[in-house]
């Protein structure tokens, strides 16, 4: 397969590129009961309604992989792998704040 | 090859207990595990933790370590021994969570044969026609790139199976278009891109993760831009017109008069561009002149003499 040559254009997900039930769970090889019980959690939200409307964002995707690994490498369980994302996401938007107001130092 | 003492890396004797060697595992895991670390090297270190403990926390595969003796220190040139493999039989029982393809030479040489198969017979199972697995990687832009788009040059490290049967890995270059308006954290998904199907499976997808290298003028924040901006005290209390590099090229800033250090001035539509386009703020930074010669001087001490300030009104001294 040579390919070097060429160059690849993907798509951005972006507000208006999402991915349903069936790409997010492919893209993280995982069931898609297992997403849904990730939304039942709250740890994603997807736009739509119903399950067969739902899309996601990137974000999610995002989400997913390193619930999986929190889960996986860490051994706790989706009520903790769901804390510990909200606690890392609320140190990531403190380190960014923190960068913008204290570059100096 | 390089010798690796595993039980320096978990920071354990060498007779300590399973048990002694779980809690250590599971503290350092934590420590360093790439998604809550900010550890130096904390992936590098975390794969070096994960395949010490796979070989400590298995009776059988530590047996066969200790087997090699105490005498070797780390990053000492190794052999294995010719009839290494005699008398142990490496069920592969418990290799779930660790990738073969991330562990080190040295321990394919000590348990590689064993593992392949393992390995095989989890991601290979499926039957003749079977879709790839999509990958995830990251690449790292400059945020120049946001402003401009550009094209970046990904290698990718794909486990593979050699005709063998043998764990390699496939090095493979890919040359990615980087849209325009792209932010930290956002996914790019690449149709096909991901590790080929069996049979007629189709290929698995690729997800790249945008991520900016830190910048040496511009902090980001989401679609916004922060930078600091330094100015004299009397652009800050006259008010001035001032250069301010951005991205996308230099610009006049109107500083308004009486501003002082830390004032954020808002320039709409100069952060990251797109349909719904960032700021960039410019904080003010007060620079002074250093009075480091007698005119400097002189200007101090008038203003000192003639300007009636109290800088400390507000302590109430």
Redesign the interface.
Known sequence: ?K????????????EEHLLTLGELS????VHAEWIVELVEQGIIEPNGNDLRHWRFS??C??RV??VQ??Q????INLAGAAL?LDL?DEVRRLR??L??ID??Q | MQYKDYYAVMGVNKDSTQDEIKRAYRRLARKYHPDVSKEENAEARFKEVGEAYEVLKDPEKRAAYDQLGANWKAGEDFRPPPDWDAGFEFSGGGFTEGDASEYSDFFESLFGQGFGSTFRSTRRSSGFHAPGQDHHAKVLIDLEDAFHGATRTITLHAPELDPRGHVVTRERTLNVRIPKGVRQGQQIRLAGQGTAGIGQGAAGDLYLEIEFKPHSLYRVDGRDLYIDLPVSPWEAALGAKVKLPTPAGVIDLTVPAGSGSGRKLRLKGRGIPGGNPGDLYAILQIALPPADNEKANALYRKMAQELAFNPRAGLGV
């Open positions: 397969m390919r070097e040559d060429d160059i690849v254009a993907g798509l951005l997900l972006d492919r893209a993280c090889c990137g974000s995707l995002s992989m390193r690994r929190l996986r490498d860490l051994g510990a890392l960014r704040r960068s913008i570059h100096h």
